[in-house]
């Protein structure tokens, strides 16, 4: 059954924007509940850098990009710079509001 289950599944394709931001948004919004007492107890992770985090992405796509172009009959190099702008318009869009909530400019609400 699981066999089954694991050739039915879809092929897996890039992330587009849409997609990375959801799933980013599910991360950062959809955690456990925590009393005000706990939160303010727990360090504060370090944070890195947006642009070094979307490079690290871009240079992980690089198997991706060439099995999509590929398959789309297109080239890599329009594969390549449609990721790299669908990263820069995430990084100066939601990944911005994103990036300044995980680095403490949004304090923790009271009633949490």
């Not at 092929?11 to 924007?17: G, K, Q, Y």
């Not at 642009?51 to 198997?63: A, F, G, I, V």
Request: a positive charge; one cysteine or more.
């Amino acid at each position: 059954m699981v066999k089954q289950a694991i050739e039915d599944a879809p092929e897996p394709t890039m992330l587009s924007l849409a997609n990375l931001a959801r799933a980013a948004k599910r991360t950062v919004v959809c955690r456990a509940p925590l009393s005000t007492a706990t939160a303010r107890r727990l360090p504060r992770l370090p944070v890195p850098n947006l642009e070094n985090t979307l490079q690290t992405y871009l240079r992980s796509l690089q198997p991706l990009i060439k099995d999509d172009a590929d398959r789309n009959g297109t080239s890599i190099q329009t594969v390549t710079t449609r990721q790299e702008t669908l990263a820069g318009l995430f990084a100066n869009g939601l990944g911005k509001t994103l990036q300044e909530r995980l680095h403490g400019e949004w304090p923790i609400p009271e009633h949490i």
